[in-house]
């Protein structure tokens, strides 16, 4: 089948199999009485099924079956490497759905993590092997380039999987990410945006049941993580040197990646140092994240995640217009001012909740 049939799938394909397994997984999830349980740190007062993040790993792994079987003979996909990545996804989406019915400890989480790093390491070329210029450093050793990614893999996943705090902000934030990455794939010549389209489709019907109020359902730690996953695996290729995805990247690829990450990795760096200061361990949850801090002044989830989107979309539309050719460590100096400001004028705004 030629890649015009192909394409004609990649919208109502994702679309149908995505509303149709999350109307039924909802469904099981009530009749089984798999909920969200409001606590203090919630952001809902509700009871809500957990179980979007058993549907949307469902929903993937019918997709990727359904593209292998007609499109891998024809395009430039190897079907190993996708299967291998699928198989960490699932372990990592079996992990989170545990999680969601018992709470696993966090360190057994993070060892689990580490054990799901290594699946996805198997594959060749699947690793950062290169800073791109950034401190300097642009090669990376084989120990240095697997100690690094590992160290990225548990940073991302747990940043998706940090930011699940209101609704669509996490799915929302995860198809920012797929979408930059299709263009970055096609551009390169690369089929993967096959997939990550047919991913976006499906992570957009999503964020529509998610945001629902007659049909609302929640990622739970299964999403989540399974999205970390997701999303790390694809950081990860996008910047190894051998796959040539930089070549179409206007800025350097580093930069760009983290740019695309932008607000949860600021997030997650955030909350880490205050926890810290405050001395309380990194991994107790809390209710200090700042889409919290957002919903808290008085906006609402869309709204929200609207603002958050916007800023995340801003921040890399100026760097590659603004100040693409001041240099790559200067770049990055304006950035973190850029950043540091709005973080304090964001510290600065009176909780209107408490007011």
Known sequence: MNQEYISIFLVPIPIMITWFILDVVRKLSIKLRIFAVPNERSSHTKIIPT?????????????????????????????????????????????????????????????????????????????????????????????????????????????????????????????????????????????????????????????????????????????????????????????????????????????FVVLGLAYPLLDVIRVFVLRIYNKKSPLRADRNHIHHKVIDIGYSHVQAVFIILTFQSMLLLFNLFVINNVGLHTQILIDALLISFILIFLFRIPNKSLS
């Open 51 to 255: 179980t979007g993040g058993v549907a949307l790993c469902i929903s993937w792994i019918i997709l990727i079956l359904f593209f292998q079987n007609i499109q891998f003979d024809y395009l430039n996909i190897k079907p190993n490497p996708i299967y291998i990545y699928s198989t960490a996804a699932i372990l990592m989406c079996i992990v989170g759905f545990y999680d969601d019915l018992k709470q696993i400890p966090s360190y057994i989480k993070l060892i689990l993590q580490i054990l799901v790093f290594l699946v996805v390491a198997i594959p060749e070329h699947s690793l950062i092997n290169s800073f791109y210029g950034v401190l300097g450093i642009n090669e990376l050793t084989n120990l240095q380039s697997t100690l690094f990614s590992g160290f990225v893999f548990i940073v991302i996943v747990n940043a998706i999987n940090l930011v699940d705090g209101i609704d669509g902000l996490s799915s929302s934030l995860s198809l920012f990410f797929m979408i930059i990455s299709s263009y970055i794939f096609y551009m390169s010549g690369s089929d993967y945006y096959i997939l990550t389209i047919a991913f976006s489709f499906s992570l957009i019907v999503f964020i529509v049941f998610n945001i629902s109020d007659k049909r609302k359902i929640f990622l739970g730690d299964t999403g989540s993580l399974g999205l970390g996953v997701s999303v790390t695996i694809i950081t990860l290729g996008l910047l190894n040197t051998n796959q040539n995805y930089f070549t179409v990247i206007p800025i350097n690829a580093a930069l």
